[in-house]
């Protein structure tokens, strides 16, 4: 007996929608990614520069966001500039050995973003870093 014998019934599953679905979904995903991808904090307007330097992504790091207001955050969370240090040990605790990151708005003057790298070493942070992106990209969002 065959499969396609009159009179029986054909067991085989038909997977070609599945396909069609799964690579639609898959398309999407590859679109949009971009435009997800966004650091914790408030959207700032990133300096641009020629070609930063690639950033070392191995360990948890604390990312310190200075907004064009000169308000700070950390990761997500809006630090009044009196309860910037604890905040950062705080965070510090929840990680072994983080590093200390820094946004800021182009729009800051360097003075703010140098009183803030200040706190973070008076907060006992050593070698911080600063975040930029590249000339001619923008962040997703």
Do not use: C
């Not at 009159?6 to 999407?28: E, F, K, Y």
């Not at 191995?58 to 966001?65: C, D, H, K, S, Y």
């Not at 040990?89 to 182009?106: H, L, M, Y």
């Not at 729009?107 to 200040?118: A, H, I, K, S």
């Amino acid at each position: 007996m065959h499969l396609g014998e009159p009179g029986r019934m054909q067991s085989a599953i038909n997977v070609t929608p599945l396909v069609d679905v799964v690579l639609v979904l898959l398309i999407i995903f590859m679109v949009m990614a971009p435009y997800m991808q966004k650091g914790p904090g408030p959207e700032i307007d990133m300096p641009a520069t020629a070609a930063p330097p690639q950033q070392d992504h191995e360990g948890a790091r604390i990312q310190v966001t200075i907004d064009e207001k000169g308000e700070t955050w950390i990761d997500d969370q809006r630090v009044a500039a009196d309860r910037f240090g604890d905040g950062l040990r705080a965070a510090a605790n929840a990680e072994r050995d983080p590093k200390v990151v820094i946004r800021g708005d182009a729009r800051l003057r360097f003075g703010d973003v140098r009183q803030t790298m200040l706190a973070v070493e008076g907060a006992g942070f050593h070698g911080v870093g600063l975040i930029a992106e590249r000339a001619g990209a923008k962040q997703g969002g």
